[in-house]
């Protein structure tokens, strides 16, 4: 069972350049959502969906595009990458167990992203 | 805004040995879950445990187990007979309900566990 898959595991790319992160998950987790990771800072969330055709912003959306036409796939889009969004990127997915709350988060193995 | 404070950026224990790392929370709603994710060099995130907050009852798997505090809004995680592969960072994390039906999952800055052997 893959889990949650993201590619690539590593990237350089140049200011200005543009990119996505891919994010796909075999699980049928209607929730997918996407962090960065910083030094001392935690994971703070990007952007979320959840389910195909909805998405939402998180704490930190500038600078990042995201849509879901699937379940399975919620990518990743830098515009113009520029240096602060240097970070360690992880792409996670959630079920709702019957609830009215989503579960834990199952996380991909991140990206570790510079941008030089 | 809702937040998760972890107050000890770093914390070191002797093999075999007991930790206690603490988390406190800020929210106004009744019903949420609160984890504990545990991160190595790997990078991997790896769910340790979690409490449903309207279970009274501590959650445990098998060293590991919280003290959850409803009322005072703590929820800390004790690793008992430490192991040299328990070391790493440590986040906890708070998933709220947003009126509107979103959904996020907030983390504190996270607590670097050394295992000294």
């Known amino acids: 069972n893959a889990g949650v898959t993201q590619t690539p595991k590593f990237q350089v790319l140049k200011t200005g350049q543009s990119m996505t992160l891919q994010c796909a998950q075999d699980m049928n987790h209607e929730y997918m959502s996407w962090y960065r990771q910083d030094p001392g800072m935690g994971l703070r969330l990007i952007h979320y969906s959840v389910g195909a055709g909805i998405t939402d912003q998180g704490e930190v959306p500038n600078g990042y595009n995201v849509s879901r036409s699937t379940t399975e796939d919620f990518p990743l889009r830098l515009l113009s990458a520029a240096p602060s969004q240097t970070s360690v990127y992880f792409c996670?997915?959630?079920?709702?167990?019957?609830?009215?709350?989503?579960?834990?988060?199952?996380f991909g193995q991140g990206t570790r992203l510079t941008v030089v | 805004a809702q937040t998760v404070t972890q107050s000890q950026p770093e914390m070191s224990v002797q093999e075999a040995e007991t930790v206690t790392l603490s988390c406190t929370y800020d929210?106004?709603?009744?019903?949420?879950?609160l984890f504990w994710y545990k991160q190595p060099p790997s990078r991997q995130m790896i769910l340790v445990i979690r409490?449903?907050?309207?279970?009274?009852q501590n959650a445990t798997e098998n060293r590991f187990s919280v003290n959850f505090q409803k009322a005072a809004k703590s929820f800390s995680l004790k690793i008992s007979d430490s192991q040299l592969g328990d070391a790493a960072m440590y986040f906890c994390?708070?998933?709220?309900?947003?009126?509107?039906?979103?959904?996020?999952?907030?983390f504190g800055k996270g607590t670097k566990l050394t295992v000294n052997p």
């Open positions: 994390a708070y998933r709220r309900w947003e009126q509107g039906g979103s959904e996020k999952l907030v």
């Open positions: 929210t106004s709603e009744s019903d949420y879950y």
């Open positions: 409490q449903e907050a309207y279970k009274q």
């Open positions: 996670a997915s959630s079920y709702n167990s019957g609830g009215w709350v989503y579960t834990e988060a199952f």
